[in-house]
């Protein structure tokens, strides 16, 4: 699976540029504030039609434009795809793959699959819950369209549900509307459940042994799912996590008709990461959860791979830059397989790595590019 190509027109800080990859090592150099970032942000919108540092596409439209291309050839499962996307303000963005136009971003997801590291990630462990989720999210979408879609739906009703108990009080007639937008929500909430609770049993597979290699062996990596309450085996069939789900809104009620707030259902999920059987997030130290948070995201790589047969494109985002001399190494020798996206400010710095293209950008323009 590689990008051999991209197009990006009044995408960011790009006016123009066009740009052929290499199936290995691409480093992309420049000073910070040039473009190096709004890259990678392009490729990694062909996984996910979504940004992971925007809210709204309208923000991904450069200033004096009113709307953005990309346009990129792939290779995924020993075919060429042909893909673009369309950006414009005050309309819904657009998708297409070898010209077919697209109706979700679960048919893109399918297509070409990127894991990617920036320096944000390597709070992964600190932040809140919500990061977490995020990252489960946006690994599991890629994997399976179906998780996608629900999630999808699972944010609109969630929305709704909560505009309800928002206005009740000012319109008590709104609330016949309560039980069948949480009957929904709990059987979308179950195939979240489902498929979050199977992504993590995949993660302890692959997540210990890159952890421990990435360590030196000091200490073990653990992951514990935390969800509602009620459910007892997050691994159980749908139809068993749909009743306990239900149980849990009736015994909620009440509490988010006062709070009038959506208190029960997976939008509260936490995925606990344990070093040595504590909790990272309470004890470990800022170098023990950097180690943590890139071994969750070269686990997740792991199982594209295995899920697929294909590597998926690795983004590494000034991530490198943030790491002690040890903790490079690793990530450098790790990768072994498939294409990588390295952006940095200082071109010596990846000498350790084996040959590639090399693109310099400055002020959203490439200015020049050689074989390493």
Known sequence: MRVDSISLEGFRNYHSLRADFHPGVNLIVG???QGKTNLLEAISYLSAARSHRARYDRELIGFDVDAAHIRA???SRGRTFDLEVKLARGRRRQLWANGVKLDTAAELSGVVHTVLFCPEDLSLIKEGAAQRRRFLDDCICQLRPRYAAALGEYRRLY????????DSQERPDLLDTLEDFSLRMAQTGALLIHYRAHFIRKLLEYAPAVHRAFSG?????GLSYHTVSTVTDPLAPTRTLLQQLLDHQKTHRRAELEARQCLSGPHKDDLEVLLSGRSAR????QGQTRTAALSLKLAAREIFFHDSGEWPVLLLDDVLS?????????VLNAITDGQVFITCCEEEKLQRLRSGKVFHIRGGS???????
């Open 282 to 285: 309470m004890f470990g130290s």
């Open 366 to 372: 490439l200015l020049e590019w050689g074989e390493r």
């Open 73 to 75: 050839a792939v290779q």
């Open 217 to 221: 062996g000091g200490e073990e990596l």
């Open 159 to 166: 929305e709704h549900k909560t505009r309800i108990l928002r």
């Open 322 to 330: 943030e790491l002690d001399q040890r903790r490079q190494e690793f």
């Open 31 to 33: 000073d910070n504030a």
